[in-house]
T-cell receptor, first 115, second 112 residues
């Protein structure tokens, strides 16, 4: 398995509270991604990073922010959680560069419930 | 809007049969294509990738790519009950940064 961990693995929180999810990699990969997965929608990209302090929005970025201060850590923050953000969140990494086919490898996921 | 379409299934096949999973995509600039397997409650696991027209075989799995028709498929030979999972098709976007667009997945059920 690729060296990717996510924390917490499960979280229940209340509407309006801030939540931060952490993704940690030991592969020194350049690219990191946050997805959410909901029934009927598949995986949708929230934000991604192409280097330390280099991030950009994905297709469903409203209500989310990210930070990457070190190569190995990519944080996803829900500024004020809403019930529509109840989902399973996956982090993924990709090496990029010479010899890479741009494949992504996924962490174990975080199940977030917003009451 | 760039899209990846898959039949949601379930696709039900008997043990030992060939399972055929299909995927179409809209971005003509896409160069790399991936198949992920996802067991219930688990994370997606990469099983195949293909970037050239034609077939690519790996064990019981064969990926097929036709860029002119914007069509990718995955064949699973000698299907086993352990192959029962959701299969996600992913297409690299032409916008860079190794970004992928995923289909919603096809659920495969292999029955003994």
């Amino acid at each position: 398995d690729a060296g990717i961990t996510q924390s917490p693995r499960h979280k229940v929180t209340e509407t309006g509270t801030p939540v931060t999810l952490r993704c940690h990699q030991t592969e020194n990969h350049r690219y990191m991604y946050w997805y959410r997965q909901d029934p009927g929608h598949g995986l949708r990209l929230i934000h991604y990073s192409y280097g330390v302090k280099d991030t950009d929005k994905g297709e469903v970025s409203d209500g989310y922010s990210v930070s990457r201060s070190k190569t190995e850590d990519f944080l996803l923050t829900l500024e004020s959680a809403t019930s529509s953000q109840t989902s399973v969140y996956f982090c993924a990494i990709s090496r990029g560069g010479e010899g890479s086919y741009n494949e992504q490898f996924f962490g174990p996921g975080t199940r977030l419930t917003v009451l | 809007q760039k899209e990846v379409e898959q039949n949601s299934g379930p696709l039900s096949v008997p043990e030992g049969a060939i399972a055929s999973l299909n995927c179409t995509y809209s971005d003509r600039g896409s160069q790399s294509f991936f198949w992920y397997r996802q067991y219930s409650g688990k994370s997606p696991e990469l099983i195949m990738f293909i970037y050239s027209n034609g077939d690519k075989e790996d064990g019981r799995f064969t990926a097929q790519l036709n860029k002119a028709s914007q069509y990718v498929s995955l064949l699973i030979r000698d299907s086993q009950p352990s192959d029962s999972a959701t299969y996600l098709c992913a297409v690299e976007t032409s916008g860079g940064y190794n970004k992928l667009i995923f289909g919603a997945g096809t659920r495969l059920a292999v029955h003994p």
